[in-house]
């Protein structure tokens, strides 16, 4: 049984977003071509991009949370469009430069799609500063730095004066702002992206898929409902698994967010002297953050495997965070705390590709998904349309996710990996 009950507490962007649509419920049976179930950034390409090549096909999305309560609506809307900026030494030449193309891709059909509909979602490119709070981090921020320079990439480190004046903190030990990314309110973009799928997409919402059957059609079970279709899209982020796929080439991490209601003139300065800014962390355990344009701090901070953490326990998380970089703000600042799932694999690649009989999956975001998934979902599209391409073939190449064993060894990895990143935050580390 299939189950997907959601996450504790809802989405703080999708609660101040302006602009919502409403998800229709689905109330009778449907034969369709095409099924896509999961409504995140994966699931509206693959949707977009199907009517696209067949509009005059039946293409049903189905999804089991209300539009923008996925991690696609909860996430902290970075989209930052090169690779290095994850410092992943492991990867080669040709996987950074195909990482690139992906994310070039994913920004593209965003922004043509955001330009076409005029969807208001609080799109800024403003690039995005790398912050390190311990030894290790300036350590690697140093190897960041050369890196961007080999690759005539746009950076300044700032002094110790600049992160104070900029970002309103002393806590940071070194920092630098990179000129790629663009920040987005996440819910608003989700909200857009719904609002202007094509006619011949019909979209359901708070409906779980608790099975799939037959291959010939595909008979999909949603509710008191069942669905005929040729071809089914799983997009299903960490779910995947639920659904037979995956099940040991993914793993299911929760990370957590506050967001802070606009903050008034008392605390104008507060958060520095920048209009707004967005903060990445060196330290992989470290926390993001940003100041939107409206004067709030969002923050995103730690991590849990397997289930979302209580309500009480991410808000003291937060409070941490917020206590360390800005000990002067307003106690209980955070009008909204929520968590979201994460799909990790064990190299960073993602799963793409045919699961079965015209039965196709895509997940393994690894935190960062927004441009990834929209361009590996229009990619996964053209596969199941026989439309090929020189980068759908090198995502095929590129996108082989590593064994990752069973239980109780899986929890065993985790915790190993979880005490390794630790390690790291440790002040003598990376001296
Ligand atoms: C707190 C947080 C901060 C993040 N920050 C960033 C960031 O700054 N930049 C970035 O690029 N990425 C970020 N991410 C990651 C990003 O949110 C994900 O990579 C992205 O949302 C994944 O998109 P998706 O479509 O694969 O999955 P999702 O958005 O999770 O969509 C999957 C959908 O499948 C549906 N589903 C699952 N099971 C069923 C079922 N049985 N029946 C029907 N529907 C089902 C779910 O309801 C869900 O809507 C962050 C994530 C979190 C949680």
Not at 15 to 29: F, M, S
Not at 295 to 322: C, H, M, T, W
Request: net charge positive.
């Amino acid at each position: 049984m299939i189950n997907n009950g959601g996450y504790n507490t809802p989405s703080g962007w999708n609660a101040v977003a302006r602009n919502r649509v409403v998800g229709a419920r689905l109330q009778r049976d449907l034969k369709v071509r095409f099924l896509v179930v999961g409504a995140g950034f994966a699931g509206l390409a693959i949707a977009r991009r199907l009517a696209s090549r067949y509009p005059d096909e039946s293409i049903a999305l189905i999804d089991a949370l209300e539009p923008a309560q996925n991690s696609s609506g909860r996430n902290s809307g970075f989209m930052i469009n090169l690779p290095f900026a994850k410092i992943r030494t492991s990867a080669s030449t040709a996987q950074s430069q195909w990482q690139t193309r992906i994310m070039s891709m994913g920004q593209q059909l965003l922004e043509q799609t955001i330009t076409h509909h005029a969807i208001d979602c609080d799109w800024h490119t403003v690039g995005h500063y790398k912050a390190a709070t311990t030894a290790f981090g300036v350590a690697q921020l140093q190897q960041l730095r050369q890196t961007l320079a080999v690759n005539r990439i746009a950076s300044r480190r700032l002094s110790t004066d600049d992160i104070r004046n900029e970002l309103g903190t002393t806590h940071y030990l070194d920092a630098i702002w990179i000129s790629q990314c663009s920040l987005v309110q996440p819910a608003e973009l989700i909200h857009g992206l719904v609002g202007s799928l094509p006619k011949n997409v019909q979209s359901y919402f708070g409906c779980p898929v608790s099975g799939i059957t037959g291959n010939n059609p595909h008979v999909v079970k949603a509710g008191t409902n069942q669905i005929c279709a040729d071809t089914v899209f799983l997009a299903v982020n960490t779910m995947l698994a639920a659904f037979g796929h995956a099940k040991y080439r993914q793993l299911a991490m929760y990370t957590y967010a506050g967001l802070s209601r606009p903050l008034g003139e008392q605390y104008r300065t507060l958060l520095g002297n920048q209009e707004q800014w967005g903060v990445t962390p060196v330290e992989q355990l470290e926390a993001t953050s940003r100041k939107t344009a409206d004067n709030r701090l969002l923050l995103r901070a730690g991590f849990s495997y397997k289930s979302e953490l209580a309500p009480d326990q991410v808000r003291q998380i937060l409070q941490a965070k917020l206590r360390a970089r800005y000990p002067d703000a307003p106690v209980d600042m955070f009008e909204h705390a929520w968590g979201g799932a994460v799909s990790l694999t064990r190299n960073g690649d993602a799963v793409f590709g045919q699961l079965g009989r015209r039965l196709y999956g895509v997940s393994g975001c690894n935190a960062s998904g927004i441009l990834k998934m929209t361009a590996l979902g229009s990619l996964l599209a053209d596969m199941a349309c026989d439309l090929d391409s020189p980068l759908l073939q090198e995502s095929q190449l590129h996108c082989r996710p590593g064994f990752i064993p069973p239980e109780p060894f899986r929890t065993v990895a985790v915790n190993l990996n979880l005490q390794k990143l630790k390690r790291q935050l440790q002040p003598n580390q990376g001296k």
